[in-house]
C-alpha cells in the first residue's frame, strides 16, 4: 500500500503536503493519480491541480471521499478531516478547536503505536520503581554507549556509590531493561511506557526537572537553558506549541537511526499564566 512508503499522517500538519507525497509514492510518481481522484471526487482535474498545487482549498464534503479513495482507517481519516478544518476555519477560536483536536488525535494515534509495540512492557510496580528516580533511566540510556560496559564505567560517568548503581543495576537487569552479554551492559527489551495520563508522568517530569537544575553550576558550554515569559498573539502561541510537537515528533523519528554517542535530556516547558 502506498501510504505505507511515506511517513505517518500523524506526522504531517499540512494535508496538501500529506496528499502530494501519497501520490508521489505510487508506481511512476504518481501518473494519472489526480485524475483518477478528480473522478472519485466528481470534480474536475483542473480544480484538483488548484487545490494541492496551488491556493484553493479542498471542500470538507470531499474529505470523506478522498480518505476512502487513499484508503484511510477510521483515525487517519478523522486526522484528515481536522487537517483540512483548521485549513478552512474562518476565525482563531475555530482554528484553536481544530488545533486541539489535531493534537488529541496525534496522542490518541501516538498512544496506540505504542501500545501495539510494547509487548515487553514491564509490571505496574516495576515501573513505580523506575519513576521514583532519574537514576534508572541514566543508567539504562547510558547502557548503549559502546564505553559503558560495567558498573565501574557507571560509577566513573555518574560519581554515584558502587552500592547504589549495583543495587539499581539488578533491577534493571531483572526486569529485562538492559541485560548483560558478552561485552558488558547493553540495553534490554523491556519497555517501560506509561500513558500520559499516569501519575508516574509527574515524577517522570519532575525528577529530570530537578536534575537540569543541578546542571546549572556545571557551566557547560554544550548545555542550553532558556526562559522567556512573554506576551504574543493566539496564533503565535498555537503555532509555537506545533513547532514543538512537530520538532518533539522528528526527535523520535530520527533518533533510533543514529549511533548511541552521548546521553542527554530534554526538557520543554510551555504553559500559560
Known sequence: MEKDNIKPIFEYSDYKSYVLDLVAAYPKEGRGVFGKLAKAL???SVLISQIFKGDKDLQIDHTIPLCKFFVLNELETEYFVALVSRK?????ELRHFYEQQIFQIQNKALNLKNHLNNNNEVSDEAKTEFYSTWIYAAIRNSCALPEVQTIDD???LYRLP???LEEKVQFLLKNNLIAEGEEGLKLGIGSTHIPKESSLVHSHRKNWRLKAIDSFSNNDPEDLFFVAPMVISEDLAIK?????????????RDAPEGDPEVTCCLNIDLFRF
Do not use: T, W
Request: charge should be positive; charged fraction near 25%; proline fraction near 0%.
Open 42 to 44: 466528481n470534480v474536475s
Open 88 to 92: 478552512r476555519a474562518g476565525n482563531k
Open 154 to 156: 557507571l560509577a566513573e
Open 162 to 164: 558502587l552500592n547504589v
Open 240 to 252: 509555537l506549541r506545533a513547532d514543538l510537537v512537530d520538532l518533539i515528533k522528528g526527535l523520535y
